[in-house]
């Protein structure tokens, strides 16, 4: 299984916002959950979202009611919609799949906030 972006960060402003999409392609029977993280400079990684094969979807308290995750399980095609972006969610982002007990990631996008 591999994961590939679709759509990538960028720079934007305070308030602006963002989409970024993730496909997984190859094996991919067996997925049970797809989202996203993302890694700060100087900070561990966490997590940003994340959503179940069944629909079901959790969110950083940091970015609820800001960011929404969705997907498309036919495409195997994940979203991550970022609106009111803040400074603080100047970060690397990561698309990662959970299929069958085994993390998989895609390369880190940067996206920027700026003030």
């Known amino acids: 299984l591999r994961c590939s972006w679709w759509s990538l960060g960028g720079l934007v402003q305070t308030g602006g916002s963002l989409r970024l999409s993730c496909g997984a392609s190859?094996?991919?029977?067996?997925?049970?959950?797809m989202g996203w993280y993302r890694q700060a400079p100087g900070k561990q990684r966490e997590l940003v979202a994340r959503?179940?094969?069944?629909?079901?979807?959790n969110y950083a308290d940091s970015v609820k009611g800001r960011f929404t995750i969705s997907g498309d399980n036919a495409k195997n095609t994940m979203y991550l919609q970022m609106n009111s972006l803040k400074p603080e969610d100047t970060a690397v982002y990561y698309c990662?799949?959970?299929?069958?007990?085994?993390?998989?990631w895609g390369k880190g996008t940067l996206v920027t906030v700026s003030s």
């Open positions: 959503r179940t094969s069944g629909g079901s979807t």
């Open positions: 190859g094996s991919i029977a067996g997925i049970n959950v």
């Open positions: 990662n799949v959970f299929q069958l007990g085994i993390n998989y």
